[in-house]
């Protein structure tokens, strides 16, 4: 997973809820700008929505897995009972989006999306399949294994049956 900052004027929140109707969107975006690049300050502050300002707009709904007081909020920690024997105190409240590097929870931190990375092939090259370009004959002599006793090394020294001429191929 590969995260990307979101260049849009509405956060990605599809994992901590949804939303009941749209949040205003610009009028006149063109694709190949900015989303604000034709609005005055005023209206670029009305339609840049923030992960806090979604969050606590009536249009959002959130999903039951968020903690609503402290208990919910230990409840979710990453720490377990039956694997420490003598626990620090800080040990309750740490939560897996701040131990974890790329953790897959529903609370969203940044303003990113994430992206899904391809994964490279095991063997650690693409595979690759062709077709043959040409077709060499296997009785040409430029196709066999070089040896003491072969025509291309031995001319010269090696001279034909019939008329006793070198050996030229």
């Known amino acids: 997973m590969l995260r990307v900052r979101n260049y849009s004027y509405a956060p990605h929140l599809e994992r901590e809820g949804r939303l009941i109707c749209p ?28 992960l806090s300002s979604v969050r606590c707009s009536k249009r959002f709904v959130a999903t039951s897995q968020i903690p609503k007081d402290s208990l919910d909020f230990q409840l979710q920690s990453r720490y377990v009972h039956s694997r420490e024997n003598f626990p620090e105190s800080v040990d309750y409240v740490l939560q897996t989006e701040t131990c974890c590097p790329m953790p ?20 650690g090259h693409p595979l690759k399949i062709g077709g043959i370009k040409e077709k060499l004959s296997p009785h040409s002599v430029k ?15 090696s001279r034909q049956p019939a008329d006793g001429n070198f050996f030229r191929y």
């Open 143 to 157: 196709l066999i294994n070089s040896g003491p006793h072969t025509q291309l090394v031995n001319n010269g020294y």
């Open 104 to 123: 897959q929870t529903f609370r969203v931190l940044r303003n990113t999306r994430d992206v899904k990375v391809p994964t490279p092939d095991k063997m």
């Open 23 to 50: 949040l205003p969107s610009p009028p006149n975006i063109d694709p190949n700008r900015e989303w604000y690049a034709n609005l005055k300050p005023y209206e670029r502050l009305f339609y840049h929505q923030t």
